[in-house]
């Protein structure tokens, strides 16, 4: 009976020493370890591109309201500066007919170098019940002398120096509204890049997850995926703005 020949014997066994079985429980054990690794970075990923967007839906609908509100106010000044406007219009009307019947009467009344009150006209009387910011654009008006100058304004509100404060703080509330309304619109934005990332890093989670079911290639080509996803995908989300 032949004596077994060593050679033969070491080579039934690895280089290593070790049995293959081993190498590859080792192999996929270090791999089940890195999906691990990608999962959990995919996880906290996730829920912080949901927070984000969260955040940042919170602000949008916040700028909305706003600009709503803004809007409203802006409508109810533009409203008050029109009834002002209309009043302000109906008495100039009613003195300056009031003026010409007093003329009629009596020549010397024509206000040659400026409107002089006279007691007990009518033309005083409306005078007096001027709004004070109506008043600057009636002293330019006559400084014009509209009775002479055919070129001179024929109301005082097609003046310069007549001014609402109702009115412009009307159009300053309609520039605030359109720049948050504006703004809303941007945030909507990052809103919905947030939601995007949110479903990148989702993908991450499938692949990982139909990666633990598989094995060989299939895994290894899984978990490249996944791992070049998520890398790529975390990029993205540093450039991203924070919710304030």
Not at 64 to 83: H, I
Not at 185 to 205: K, N, P, R, T
Request: glycine residues 6%.
């Amino acid at each position: 009976m032949s004596a077994p020949n060593p050679e033969a014997t070491d080579a039934s066994l690895p280089v290593s020493g070790k049995p293959a079985q081993t190498r590859i429980w080792h192999r996929s054990g270090r791999l089940e370890l890195l999906f691990t690794l990608i999962m959990a970075m995919a996880a906290i990923a996730t829920a912080w591109a949901g927070f984000e967007a969260s955040s940042w839906g919170s602000l949008q609908s916040q700028l909305n309201v706003q600009a709503a509100a803004q809007r409203a106010q802006a409508n109810r000044l533009f409203t008050e500066a029109g009834q002002l406007r209309s009043l302000d219009a109906i008495v100039f009307t009613q003195w300056l007919n009031a003026l010409n019947v007093e003329i009629h009467a009596d020549p010397s009344v024509f206000p040659g170098q400026g409107y002089v009150p006279r007691e007990n006209s009518v033309s005083t009387f409306l005078y007096a019940r001027f709004r004070k910011e109506f008043r600057p654009a009636f002293d330019a008006l006559l400084a014009q002398r509209p009775l002479r100058n055919p070129d001179a304004p024929s109301t005082p509100l097609e003046m310069a120096e007549y001014r609402l404060a109702s009115q412009a703080q009307a159009e300053a509330l309609l520039v605030e509204a359109e720049a948050k309304a504006a703004r809303a619109l941007e945030v909507s934005g990052i809103q919905g890049d947030y939601v995007l990332l949110g479903v990148m890093f989702a993908l991450v989670l499938f692949f990982v997850a139909v990666g633990n079911k598989s094995s060989g290639t299939p895994r290894r080509m899984l978990f490249g995926l996944s791992l070049v996803i998520l890398v790529a995908t975390l990029m993205v989300m540093l450039t991203f703005p924070v919710a304030p």
